[in-house]
Each structure stands twice: as C-alpha cells, then as structure tokens.
C-alpha cells in the first residue's frame, strides 16, 4: 500500500517533506474528480480526538480516519482531504493519473 500526504508537521517526522512545499495557490487540474475520490475512499480505520490544521494557528478540522482506495493500493489520512481541498496540496502525479484512469 502506498501512502499519499505524508508531511514532516503532521507526521511530526523529519523524514517527511515539508507541507509549506506541497500547498499551491491556484486548484490543479482535475481536482474536483481526485477531491471526490478522496473523498469517496472506504474508510478503514478511525482514531478519537482531532486532526489540528497545521497551516492555520492549528485549528480543529476533523476526527481522525484513515482511507484507502476500492483497489488497496493507495491510502491517506482524513486530513490530506482537508489539505487537498482548502490548500491545493500537491498530491504524487502517480496518484492523480491512478485516479484519473479509475475515474473513465
């Protein structure tokens, strides 16, 4: 399973690239078909508390979940969907084409 939106500040893990690279100021091409998905992913795994913006004074955005595809080969955090649609956070162009194939 490959994981998508993984960043150094949620993760708390250097290892991760920085989400302030990844956040783009005009929506991708496409976005409304890879917003849906994302949405749309069978959840898999819920956690209590919350998932805090990371980008906004850590403000309350949602409950925290993990998703993965019908296929199982990708998976995310509940937040990369916050990310995805309030930032345009650039996904892997492997995903999107994934998608976009899914999506004929």
Do not use: Q
């Amino acid at each position: 399973m490959i994981w998508i939106g993984e960043f150094k500040e949620t993760y708390n893990d250097d290892k991760y690239p920085s989400i302030h690279d990844a956040v783009r100021d005009k929506a991708p091409k496409h976005k409304e078909k890879v917003l849906a998905y994302l949405k749309g992913g069978k959840p898999v795994a819920y956690a209590p508390g919350y998932f805090y913006d990371v980008l906004n004074d850590n403000a309350v955005i949602m409950h925290p979940a993990c998703y993965e595809d019908p296929d199982g080969v990708y998976a995310w955090r509940s937040d990369v969907i916050h990310y995805y649609e309030k930032y345009n956070i650039e996904l892997p162009a492997d995903f999107v084409a994934y998608v976009l194939k899914k999506s004929k």
